[in-house]
């Protein structure tokens, strides 16, 4: 039946757009060696931190991968984003769940909660794209998934062509809190897609630390470079 299917409709790579062989998922074996891939939790890094010195703090923080425009990485962002490839973010989040289990800095983490989108949007689009990136982890770490407790309070257009100074300031009042008394004292990983200028990531940390005795870390899916 499997093959059957992939005659008709066949599976193609989420980077390359060529064909999947029969054990491949999401991507081709050759685009996978590819993945500019970062270790920056194997390694300690603190380019992730770095993105947003001075404004968050961070316990841990990490990218599975580095983007750049018109790379591989941002074909498969555009995919997982706006067509619908949500086994993307499944794919990813099994990925660096699995490497995260085996890191100590995250083996503490209490709950993961993923950046959210604002309820038109998400209607919209039907789904959110880092929901399944962060279940897998959660999954991985075998630690409690949060999809409920931070909220986006209102819409906000496009942040590609804004400057850092003006995403900062939009993003500052996007988000609340739905309840904390079942963060209190928690570790939690934040979760998104990408970090760039590190604004949205700074207005849900925001948010975040305003409840008490809380530790925050983040891990998404890729950096810009």
Not at 23 to 28: D, G, K, T
Not at 92 to 110: H, M, P, Q, R, S
Not at 145 to 160: A, G, M
Request: aromatic share 8%; proline share 2%.
């Amino acid at each position: 039946m499997k093959n059957l299917l992939n005659l008709f409709f066949p599976l193609v790579c989420d980077a390359c757009n060529n064909a999947l062989g029969d054990n491949e998922v999401v991507l081709c074996t050759p685009c996978r060696h590819h993945l500019p891939v970062t270790n920056f939790h194997f390694n300690a890094a603190e380019d992730v931190k770095k993105v947003v010195y001075g404004r968050v703090k961070l316990e841990n923080a990490t990218a599975l991968l580095h983007f750049s425009k018109k790379g591989i990485v941002q074909q498969i962002l555009h995919n997982l984003k706006y067509r619908g490839h949500e086994g993307i973010g499944e794919f990813f989040g099994k990925w660096l769940g699995a490497e995260l289990a085996t890191v100590d800095a995250y083996k503490n983490i209490d709950v993961i909660i993923p950046v959210p989108l604002y309820k038109s949007k998400l209607r919209k689009r039907g789904y959110n794209q880092v929901t399944k990136f962060g279940k897998e982890i959660a999954k991985a770490l075998n630690t409690d998934y949060n999809e409920t407790v931070l909220i986006k309070t209102k819409s906000s257009k496009t942040q590609v062509f804004k400057g850092r100074i003006k995403r900062w300031n939009d993003d500052g009042a996007l988000f609340d809190i739905s309840e904390n008394q079942s963060l209190i004292g928690k570790h939690i990983l934040l979760v998104d897609d990408i970090i760039t200028t590190g604004a949205t990531v700074e207005a849900c940390a925001t948010v975040l630390l305003k409840i008490d005795n809380i530790k925050l870390s983040l891990a998404t899916l890729a950096i810009a470079d």
